[in-house]
């Protein structure tokens, strides 16, 4: 185990998750404290190049890596994890509370709020959408009029869309799952569709491709412009040898 750093201030760090809640703290307050935590970007690589950029003081420790690794991490250590949105990054920081790592925070909306927030910039989810609904675009075939991309293809690509889970629970327990995905089963996903956005990247994923084929379907009948189901499902993904937890 290594001695933290003396610059490190876990009250401080403490203190700042008090008062934004849920384990949070603003991308403001982290840009101004940067040197009493470690900073952790827990994003895949291929994205710290995408429109998003990167916090030049971040390492970048990919989500899958932070769960197999969190163990082994110091405790004592103060760490502040930044995704995309937020969303992997509390799923890294709960893991890392669950190893006993004593005081961690996830960013409060990712890199977005940290391009709004602290960068300035103030287009920055329309350039990334536009970006990220390209290379989805150029990745999909219609087989029988079915916008499909490979599962090898989301294995390279995760983080430049929405990875949508339909399968229900026991599937996942049993086959495993992809990290980075989210979980809303099949039902519950169409009742809440309404509220995604509908120009956003977003692929669907589930067994073997059947009920994501159908999803997508309904999806694009509505209105969604960059749907596609992933190939294969989750047997597709496991065949090909991807990772999962």
């Known amino acids: 185990m290594t001695k933290p750093d003396p610059a490190y201030d876990s009250e401080a760090l403490q203190l700042a998750m ?22 952790v970007d827990v994003r895949e690589p291929h994205e710290l190049q995408g429109p998003l950029g990167a916090v030049e003081d971040a390492a970048n420790v990919p989500l899958l890596q932070i769960l197999s690794e969190a163990q082994s991490m110091d405790s004592n250590v103060p760490v502040v994890l930044l995704c995309r949105s937020g969303r992997r990054s509390n799923i890294a ?5 669950n190893a006993g790592v004593s005081t961690v925070a ?3 909306g990712g890199m977005l709020a940290w391009n709004v ?3 300035g910039k103030t287009d920055v989810v329309e350039t990334e959408r536009n970006t990220n609904t390209q290379n989805l675009s150029e990745a999909v075939s219609r087989t029988n009029g079915l916008p499909e991309v490979s599962a090898q293809w989301v294995g390279t690509n995760v983080g430049r869309f929405r990875l949508f889970d339909i399968r ?9 799952r992809v990290a980075q995905s989210e979980h809303v089963p099949m039902q519950q996903f169409m009742a809440s569709a309404g509220e995604l956005d509908r120009d956003a990247p977003i692929v669907v994923m589930c067994a073997s491709g059947g009920r994501s084929g ?9 209105g969604f412009s960059a749907v596609a189901s992933m190939e294969g499902g989750m047997f597709g993904w496991r065949a090909q040898g991807l990772p999962s937890t």
């Open 117 to 119: 927030d602290v960068v």
């Open 106 to 108: 996830s960013v409060e």
């Open 18 to 39: 008090t008062q934004c809640g849920d384990g949070e703290v603003s991308a403001r307050w982290a840009a101004d404290h940067i040197g009493s935590f470690r900073l």
């Open 168 to 176: 229900e629970a026991p599937e996942l327990t049993q086959h495993g």
């Open 93 to 97: 920081a709960q893991a890392l509370r």
């Open 214 to 222: 159908r999803v997508v379907q309904a999806l694009a009948a509505a």
